[in-house]
C-alpha cells in the first residue's frame, strides 16, 4: 500500500511538472468586465509578470507611480489617464520621473510618423507588476507590453544631430 501511494503521488508531481513546462511560454489573457488582464510567463524561470490597460478613468489627475510590489516582492507601475505617446515615452525613459517643469521639452522630443496621430490622444490607465528576478528588465517588460497590446505601432529612440527623439511610426504590414 505504502509503495502504491509513493506511485501515485510521483505521477501526480510529474504530470504537474510536465504541465507546468508546456505552460511557461505560453502567455494567458483574462477579460474582467472592460479590463484586460495578461499573463506572462518568463522562459528563465516560473515567476510571473502581470500588465493590464483599461480606458479613461475620471476623477484621477494624470500620473503614475512607481513603487515595490508586495505580493509579488518585485515592483510594479500603476499610470493613469495617459495619452499613448505618453506611455510609450514612459516606457523608453524619455519623460524625466515626476518632473513637470521639463514636460514640455519632452513633448518637443516626440515624433509622430503616423498616417492617424489623433489615435494616440486617447487616454489609458496601465497597470505593470513585476517579480523581483525580473526588476533590471522592468522597462523592456513595459514595451514589451505596449507592443503586444498596441501592435499596428513601433516607438524606438533615433539621435538626430546632437539629440535623442522618440519616434513612433505606424507598422508596416
Not at 479590463?35 to 502581470?50: G, R, W
Not at 489623433?118 to 522597462?139: G, H, I, R, S
Request: aromatic share 12%; hydrophobic share 35%.
Amino acid at each position: 500500500m505504502k509503495k502504491t501511494m509513493k506511485m501515485v503521488v510521483m505521477a501526480a508531481l510529474c504530470l504537474n511538472f510536465c504541465y507546468g513546462q508546456a505552460q511557461k511560454d505560453c502567455p494567458t489573457e483574462k477579460k474582467k468586465g472592460a479590463k484586460s488582464i495578461k499573463e506572462a510567463h518568463t522562459s528563465a524561470n516560473t515567476q510571473v509578470f502581470k500588465y493590464a490597460f483599461t480606458g479613461y478613468k475620471s476623477g484621477y489627475k494624470t500620473g503614475y507611480r512607481i513603487s515595490n510590489d508586495e505580493f509579488l516582492k518585485g515592483k510594479s507601475i500603476t499610470v493613469r489617464n495617459y495619452k499613448l505617446k505618453d506611455l510609450y515615452a514612459l516606457a523608453l525613459r524619455l519623460e524625466p520621473p515626476h518632473d513637470s517643469s521639463e514636460r514640455e521639452a519632452v513633448q518637443d522630443r516626440i515624433i509622430l510618423d503616423l498616417r492617424q496621430p489623433e489615435k494616440l490622444e486617447k487616454l489609458y490607465c496601465y497597470k505593470l507588476a513585476v517579480p523581483y528576478q525580473q526588476q533590471d528588465n522592468f522597462w523592456v517588460i513595459m514595451q514589451r507590453s505596449l507592443s503586444e497590446e498596441f501592435p499596428e505601432y513601433t516607438a524606438v529612440m533615433e539621435r538626430r544631430g546632437k539629440e535623442y527623439f522618440m519616434v513612433i511610426r505606424d507598422k508596416e504590414y
